[in-house]
């Protein structure tokens, strides 16, 4: 079903569509350049933010690894004793308060016992250094001794907690000693300072990221050394955690950062909060920070500006669609004003009023010409109802006409019941009201039948008014005269006397002999007759002689024919072969001689009424176009015979 | 009425003595792991968490294991009464006496690996020659010394410790790695498997048994019905870790927590399911904590070899002898 939406209703929904689709892609890209604007200026921000904390974190550790191997050149510049050393010792952790322990290990040495000396070591405990000598031969296969041992260079430990349980994460800072042979640089012992990492902890809690950001540090083993979820602190790495969490992408950002990268990166952290990470490595050590930034708060500004942006668009519109749909129903209220008035005149009212014409507008122009058409209207359905009234009042005289024609051509059938020696029937159908075909036939004495056909050229009332004429003379010529050639040339005489009109007609004209079958006919431009004779039909070869009317003093030629008992002559106008079809195609002598065939056996009523209905059926609906008229007369032998 | 009162009172009593006589049938035992609590001992926890060990009449004390408590020595000084020992700690104990019982083979096979960076350029064994390589001191490093004699390779031999930390660095060129331990740890730092070069012991013919229960000979003798009973109860227990893998891994660390101990949920999760790879018999006919004679042989020649003891006790009497039968 569809419904009628009104021009106003049609107007303000595109109107709106248009609207919001245009703030929408407006407030849409608004956010995302938005987005992308603060992105950029957030890289940066994330950038000195990640950079500023390393530098502090990097200051630290620098200048412990550069007391240690301060500690490590001493030792290999001169010889020292254990007290010489031990002091050292000291006197080094006295001077560097951001160091916990210190001590130097060397290389076993077989030759004594044990191989593997006791390793001097002090650690701070308040404002105490504690002598606390490591008495174990496991030490020269520990990460602190065999990692600078093996690598021959300073290396910082995986961070470990200490010994004492507290929780505090420490990580150790080792530098080997060399010994220079005269052949090589041998490893001779390992300088190994202990560092709290409670300073360190506390720095990257003190970081504050927005509202509910954070950071995180990674080892160069990616275990996590501090993150807010302290159970992933020391347990897992980010490489176990995204097993665990089967987030291979996030394998691959691990991979990046414990390799020293640094750069922004998407990442939705463990409890699926979308965020970006900016994140860089601490130099001496290898570890990664990593500064988390929650998308949903580094873009909160931007997405309460743009809904507050959305809110006051779809205010507007709002606005906007109340304004256009008053405008709309303002400029279309006098045409629905208008069109309902038009729809009365449509019913029949003329005299409806119209709405009035407030303003020069297109509505006005149009309620101005609505009110001209119909004054217009009116005038001509005045005339037109008067010129039906006379149309109406001819039609009727016509139809007079038309009896009084039809009653002029004998209608009665059987004609003669008492003369058993012929059979006549005939049939005049006029294309108009009154036509200008006509037939006859009369008894010009006891055995004499005169019968013609004739067609006045031209139809209507004039051929009607000239049929008169011609009919009245022909009968009267007929009875007086009694042959045909005489008739016809006696009729002639007299039509082309008072001929101003230049009017004619053709006419064939018969006389039967009743006794003997003897046909006397002539013909006076008509078409010839068929003749109907042991159940074929036939054209008779006729003379074709001079329409009556034109000229005086034509001669027509006198001709006979013998009819036998049972044939028929048929005499028709040119209404019947010159019927035409929708395709311009006409009827033809041929159909008729092939139609009168067919019904050869029939009686005369039956017969005419045949081809009557065949031409009709060959004219199907194209309008008739000439009077149709058709006379047969079938001789059945003399009186007494049959 | 006075009939039913005393009759419900003999029933109380009855009930009472009945729950007494419970109590008193658990007997106490300890167990020594050989290392700190993790999932390589799933199966006794989840056996106490469970009371399969209790089903069994025990009241197992899992004591804690890690670096410098030796599980042979708690055994040897009957600090403990059974031990989880590597078969090699074992033969080489029982060589040197007091003697000990195999109870059950847990771990069937050898997990030992070597493992090395496909950047080092190493490919093949020969690769590692004249390379560094750590090996772990004593007995653990055997099947490792066994591998390197198969394919007559000299390395330079590097002591290794607890971690992997130095083969991360480069430090060396080739690490001894437990497949279901250091290998993790080292795909946990990062580095992806496709970036390794694993050469797995068992692949190259050294099948060496590697955890397995034990108890002193002597003790064994005069209750072997309780050293079984424990080892059925560890293997049920080894059953259901199995079974329920993720409540096992809660239970491990859990008792990684208490021992103040790094736990990884992913590496125990790994570990778990690499010990039923090893300790669950391949074949359909295996049976799981059964020490397989052939395994026990080679496992012997290696020690022989490389192990420095002259000869290994028989098949019967080491696992227990007729008594195993009865």
């Known amino acids: 079903m569809r419904a009628t939406k009104s021009i106003a209703s049609t107007f303000t929904l595109v109107v709106s569509v248009c609207t919001i689709l245009i703030f929408s892609v407006t407030i849409g890209s608004f956010y995302y350049r938005s987005r992308v604007a603060l992105k950029k200026e957030m890289r940066n921000d994330a950038a000195n933010l990640v950079l500023a904390s390393i530098y502090r974190v990097e200051t630290t550790l620098h200048a412990i690894g550069k007391v240690t191997e301060g500690m490590a050149r001493s030792l290999e510049m001169g010889e020292y004793t254990d007290q010489g050393l031990a002091a050292l010792l000291k006197d080094t952790l006295a001077d560097n308060g951001d160091i916990h322990g210190l001590g130097a290990a060397f290389e076993p040495d077989p030759a004594f016992n044990p191989p593997t000396p006791i390793v001097p070591y002090f650690f701070r405990q308040g404002d105490r250094l504690i002598f606390d000598p490591v008495d174990s031969s496991q030490y020269p296969n520990r990460d602190w001794y065999q990692i600078p041992k093996e690598l021959g260079r300073k290396a910082w430990s995986e961070p470990y907690f200490d010994s004492g349980g507290h929780g505090i994460l420490m990580t150790s800072c080792s530098v080997p000693v060399f010994l220079d042979n005269g052949r090589e640089k041998v490893v001779r012992g390992v300088v190994v300072a202990d560092v709290s990492l409670e300073w360190l902890t506390k720095l990257m809690a003190s970081i504050r990221v927005l509202e509910t950001g954070y950071s995180f540090l990674l080892s160069r083993n990616g275990t996590f050394l501090t993150h807010p979820n302290r159970d992933l602190i020391m347990n897992e790495t980010i490489f176990s955690l995204t097993e665990s969490l089967d987030r291979p992408e996030l394998r691959e950002l691990g991979r990046k950062m414990v390799r020293g990268g640094s750069g922004l990166a998407a990442y939705t952290d463990l409890r699926g909060m979308r965020a970006l990470m900016y994140y860089a490595p601490v130099p001496s050590t290898g570890w990664t920070l990593g500064v988390v930034f929650p998308e949903a708060e580094l873009y909160a500004d931007v997405r309460n500006l743009t809904l507050v942006v959305a809110g006051i668009a779809l205010a507007g519109i709002v606005l906007l669609t109340a304004a256009v749909h008053w405008i709309a129903r303002r400029v279309t209220a006098p045409l629905g004003a208008l069109a309902e008035a038009t729809e009365e005149i449509a019913s029949g009212n003329f005299d409806a009023a119209l709405p009035a014409v407030r303003s020069g507008d297109e509505v006005g122009k149009l309620t101005f010409a609505f009110a001209a058409m119909t004054g217009a209207l009116k005038d001509y359905i005045r005339d037109l109802t008067e010129t039906t009234a006379a149309k109406e009042r001819i039609q009727s005289e016509l139809n007079m006409a038309t009896d009084i024609q039809a009653s002029l051509l004998p209608r009665l059938f059987p004609a003669f019941p008492d003369r058993p020696e012929f059979d006549i029937h005939a049939l005049m159908d006029p294309a108009k009201e009154v036509g200008g075909d006509f037939y006859d036939f009369f008894f010009i004495d006891d055995t004499n039948l005169c019968f013609l056909v004739a067609d006045v050229a031209d139809k209507g009332v004039p051929a009607a008014l000239y049929m008169m004429v011609a009919k009245t003379l022909l009968k009267a010529e007929g009875q007086r005269l009694g042959e045909p050639d005489q008739i016809l040339a006696g009729v002639n005489r007299i039509l082309a006397a008072d001929n101003d009109s230049c009017m004619f007609t053709t006419v064939f004209c018969a006389i039967l002999d009743t006794a003997s079958g003897e046909v006397r006919f002539a013909n006076a431009g008509h078409n010839p007759p068929v003749l109907i004779s042991a159940g074929r039909a036939r054209s008779l070869p006729v003379q074709a002689g001079f329409v009556l009317g034109p000229m005086e003093d034509v001669a027509y030629t006198a001709e006979r024919i013998v009819l036998r008992p049972g044939d028929t002559l048929f005499l028709y106008t040119d209404g019947i072969t010159e019927a035409r079809n929708r395709n311009e195609e006409l009827y033809g002598q041929k159909r008729l001689l092939e139609a009168l065939q067919a019904v050869a056996r029939q009686e005369l009523a039956g017969m005419i009424r045949a081809i009557r209905a065949e031409v009709a059926r060959h004219a199907a609906d194209a309008p008739q176009s000439d009077d149709v008229t058709m006379i047969a007369i079938r001789y059945k032998g003399p009186a007494g015979s049959a | ?326």
């Open chain 2, 1 to 326: 009425m006075r009939a039913g009162m005393m009759g419900l009172l003999v029933l109380l009593l009855a009930l009472a003595a009945t729950a007494m006589a419970d109590e008193r049938a658990l007997r106490k035992a300890r167990l020594m792991p050989m290392w700190s609590p993790q999932a390589q001992f799933a199966g006794y926890y989840m056996a106490r968490e469970q009371g399969i060990y209790a089903r069994h009449g025990l009241d197992i004390d899992i004591l804690e294991g890690g670096p410098g408590r030796s599980a042979v020595e708690s055994l040897t000084a009957c600090e403990a009464d059974f031990a989880v020992l590597w078969l090699a700690t074992a033969l080489q104990q029982d060589a040197a006496g007091p003697r000990l019982v195999n109870l059950a083979q847990i771990v069937q096979r050898s997990s030992l690996m070597l493992v090395a960076k496909k950047a080092s350029g190493i490919a093949a064994p020969h690769d590692l020659m004249e390379r560094k390589v750590g090996l772990w001191n004593g007995e653990l490093s055997l099947p490792i010394l066994a591998f390197l004699d198969t394919y007559r390779l000299r390395v330079r031999r590097i002591p290794q410790a607890y971690t992997v930390n130095l083969f991360l660095l480069d430090g060396i060129d080739a690490a001894s790695a437990m497949w279901y331990n250091e290998y993790h740890t080292i795909l946990s730092a990062g580095v992806n498997p496709d970036e390794l070069q694993v050469f797995s012991l068992h692949e190259h013919g050294i099948t060496f048994p590697e955890d397995g229960l034990y108890a002193l000979e002597r003790a064994y003798r005069k209750d072997p019905a309780l050293a079984r009973a424990f080892a059925q109860a560890s293997l049920e227990g080894w059953r259901y870790a199995f079974d329920h893998p993720e409540e096992t891994i809660e239970v491990v660390l859990r008792i990684m927590r208490q021992a103040n101990i790094p736990a990884s949920r992913a590496h125990q999760r790994w570990m778990l399911a690499r010990m039923r790879d090893l300790i669950v018999p391949a074949d359909a006919d295996g049976v799981m904590g059964r020490l397989q004679p052939a395994a026990y042989e080679a496992a012997g020649r290696i020690l022989r070899d490389h192990g420095g003891i002259a000869t290994v006790p028989d098949y019967e009497t080491f696992t227990g002898g007729d008594d195993a039968r009865n």
